[in-house]
């Protein structure tokens, strides 16, 4: 009898050490040295600027906190431990490596009214009513840095730069913004296996991030 009762406190240390794949999780949790900037809880983003300008974001986004899928923050640590081990790249140096930085993660449905209010382009805004993977905690935002100095790697354009330049299709960059580009896209996608988005070089997907359900609730 106690040896049942024993296997079944362990079987339940085990099934609760690992989040499932489905559930919300802060990054940091198992990426301790990934860089959160979320942008939408600053005053520094794009949608600020527009006409109809300041939707109050920092409203939803009320800390410097991203959460996402866990089966999304799983694949974005193989990715940064791969990226933690480059010592040089373009001929510059990384002492200790390139880490990712996280411009936005989950997004609260709420929060997709308001951008597609002010900006109804749905190559760059997915259409609310239907949702943004985003919305589903599946897709992220982000960009390299020197895990030494913090400092960005050059990359095509600014956070939602809603142009053509943003396309992973331009190739009028010099040699480096390409090659600091396209590391990012080798190691998403090939070490990571998440999905890029040809419109924008910043933003990586899980293939089955649609099969997801929308959530709306408030980040704390
Ligand atoms: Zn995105």
């Known amino acids: 009898m106690n040896k049942i009762f024993l296997m ?3 079987f339940s240390i085990a099934v609760n050490a690992q989040s499932s794949d489905d559930e919300l999780v802060n990054p940091k949790d198992l990426i301790p040295d990934i860089v959160i ?3 939408y809880s600053t005053a520094d983003h794009v949608f ?3 006409p109809s300008g300041d939707i109050a974001l920092p409203k939803f986004y009320t800390c410097n906190e991203s959460l996402m899928l866990n089966k999304l923050v799983k694949a974005l640590k193989l990715a940064q431990d791969s990226l933690r081990n480059i010592r040089t790249y373009n001929s510059k140096n990384y002492p200790s ?3 990712i930085k996280i411009w936005d993660g989950y997004r609260p449905r709420a929060v997709q009214y308001l951008l597609f209010d002010v900006y109804p382009n ?3 805004i997915a259409d609310p009513t239907s949702g943004s993977m ?6 992220v935002d982000l960009t390299l840095v020197d895990l ?3 400092d960005e790697l050059e990359m095509p354009t600014l956070f939602d730069d809603f142009s053509s330049n943003s396309s992973h299709t331009n190739m009028n960059l010099s040699q480096e913004v390409i090659n600091n580009r396209q590391l990012l896209k080798d190691v998403l996608t090939k070490v990571a296996g998440l999905k890029y988005y040809e419109s924008e ?3 990586y997907n899980l293939s089955d991030a649609s099969s997801y359900p929308l959530m709306d609730f408030q980040m704390k």
């Open 8 to 10: 079944i406190i362990f």
């Open 48 to 50: 600020r600027n527009l």
């Open 134 to 139: 985003h919305n589903r905690g599946g897709a």
């Open 37 to 39: 900037d979320l942008r």
């Open 148 to 150: 030494a100095t913090g």
């Open 122 to 124: 749905p190559v760059y």
């Open 201 to 203: 070089w910043w933003h």
């Open 97 to 99: 490596g390139i880490g």
